[in-house]
């Protein structure tokens, strides 16, 4: 069938991969018409993230889209042989954190357990899973379309591409670390230039029985094998590859192996194409140029360990789909939109140093060396690996929003209603959730001027009383009694006007 790019769309994202179209469908839940540009006339099928944080996994479930994400995890992995649920903790610089030291009592874990069997979704899978939601959500994604150029109007974006102009109200660049729509938009990119060579790839070993299971360092760099069969990482420190865009052959995946581990290792195939990668860390210096802007590694690049680039990115999405559909639909709050970069650049800053951190500790020289071995003590203890998997899992990545109840600016936790549903079982359809725990709905009657953006579930009694969920999931008002006290407040900052005048 012929598509008509040229099309006029309130939004158009370009790139689709998992945080484009997380984006998108964002978009078209808060209303927004939306399309997708994307310059690959297929999916990408390169090797890159093996697992997301809970925030990430969270982000799914109140989508509906849980279930699919645990077939994935439970395809991909074999369950433990102690029968004991799979306890996903990362690792710090290479150095892997004992599930065994982690206290998993801590607050902050015990209250985001639902998503457990959803973690280890590789980017591939992710992004097929997502495909398909964006395509029940009727969004059009079109492959094979280059940006070319782009002019910011004042009143729309004029976008030109391989495939003929563009007229849209907003675009946003989903792009990649190269982005395109970063660069024509003339936003600067500072940070810190590579130092590493890193390749991942998923290949046939003749000989897997040679290779130590999970991550293993030496002054010649650093490997992984595992947990899948067959994915291999490896870490050499001598500086940024000659052409990170030409393919990784078998040959070279090979040879950077026995360089790492120090074994005459053989490989026989590669499964899928393998990717390079470096430490090169930088953030947008805006993530918004007027009607054009930035989410994913197009807003900010750094190494892979730890995970964090993928949800990072997913996180991205979140936050800026209802804000911009909020905008789109013309009942944003003042000053709404400049949220997004003042949410989410914090959180983008702490990740690129703490994938700096490990790369120094990952260096083969003596210093590195001493140092990893005073944070492979400091990991080892109880309070280290908690902390450590803490930061890992996303689990205390919070907003700084007004209010004094610990909830609000967090993600929002674990909730089981009386009824038997949870909370986030309410939130398929995008938009704020309202718990309401009074024994006569007050919360509810408060929000009822809201209808149509705020959805109110009533419970039985019960502590947290009440709580304000934005699309994002994150807290932005909660009490421990039956007080309104806030809640207005809250609802004007972040829902804008009301529709109607409510009940008190």
């Known amino acids: 069938m012929t598509m008509n790019v040229n099309q006029d769309a309130d939004v158009t994202v370009v790139g689709a991969g998992p945080v484009g179209l ?17 310059r690959r006339a297929e999916p990408d099928q390169a090797m890159k993230a093996g697992a997301i944080n809970v925030p990430t996994a969270e982000a799914l479930d109140r989508r509906g889209l849980l279930p699919a994400a645990e077939q994935v995890q ?26 065994d030291r982690v206290d998993w009592s801590d607050a902050d874990l015990a209250g985001h357990t639902a998503v457990d069997g959803a973690r280890l979704v590789p980017q591939r899978e992710l992004e097929a899973l997502l495909a398909g939601h964006v395509a029940r959500l ?5 492959r094979g379309v280059e940006v070319t150029a782009l002019e910011d109007t004042g009143d729309g974006v004029l976008v030109g591409t391989t495939a003929g102009p563009v007229r849209t109200g907003w675009l946003v660049g989903c792009d990649g670390g190269r982005s395109t729509v970063r660069r024509l938009a003339g936003i600067d990119f500072p940070g810190t230039d590579p130092e590493l060579t890193g390749i991942l790839a998923v290949a046939d070993v003749a000989d897997p029985s040679v290779l130590g299971s999970g991550w293993a360092w030496s002054t010649r760099g650093a490997y992984r094998y595992g947990p899948q069969p067959g994915r291999v990482v490896t870490v050499e420190f001598d500086g940024p590859p000659a052409d990170r865009s030409a393919p990784v052959t078998l040959e070279e995946v090979q040879t950077s192996l026995r360089r790492v581990s ?4 053989t490989l026989t195939a590669l499964r899928a194409a393998a990717t390079r990668w470096t430490d090169n860390a930088r953030q947008a210096a805006a993530y918004r140029s007027g ?22 990115g997913v996180g991205d999405a979140m936050n800026l789909g209802w804000k911009l559909g909020a905008v789109v639909a ?9 949220t997004y970069d003042a949410e989410r650049r914090p959180l983008g800053a702490w990740v690129l140093d703490w994938t700096r951190a490990q790369t120094g500790v990952m260096r083969g020289d003596a210093k590195s060396a001493a140092l990893r071995e005073v944070v ?13 998997v803490k930061k890992i899992s996303g689990v205390t990545q919070r907003v700084d929003l007004p209010g004094d109840h610990p909830l609000i600016g967090r993600f929002v936790p674990d909730l089981c209603l009386g009824d038997g549903s949870r909370l986030v079982d309410h939130g398929h359809g995008g938009g704020f959730l309202l718990l309401d725990r009074t024994p006569d709905g007050a919360f509810a009657r408060r929000a009822a001027a809201w209808d149509g953006r705020v959805s109110s579930v009533t419970d ?3 502590t947290p009383t009440g709580v304000l969920v934005r699309p994002d999931g994150v807290v932005a008002w909660a009490a421990d009694t039956a007080a309104v006290t806030g809640l207005e407040a809250a609802l004007h900052r972040w829902a804008g006007a009301p529709l109607t005048c409510g009940r008190s």
């Open 22 to 38: 997380v984006l998108a469908a964002e978009l078209a839940l808060a209303g927004a018409t939306v399309q997708v540009l994307e």
């Open 74 to 99: 439970r395809e991909l992995l074999s369950p433990p042989d102690d029968g004991r649920p799979a306890r996903f903790t990362g690792h710090f610089a290479g150095m892997v954190l004992d599930p």
């Open 138 to 142: 009727g969004i059009p994604v079109r």
């Open 262 to 265: 120090g074994t005459d290792v």
């Open 291 to 312: 009607r054009v802007l930035l989410a994913g590694d197009a807003a900010h690049v750094h190494s892979p360990f730890g995970g964090q680039g993928l949800s990072l």
């Open 330 to 338: 013309g009942w944003a709050p003042d000053g709404l939109l400049d």
């Open 376 to 388: 492979g003590d400091l990991l080892s203890t109880r309070e280290g690996a908690t902390y450590a």
């Open 460 to 462: 039985d009694q019960a």
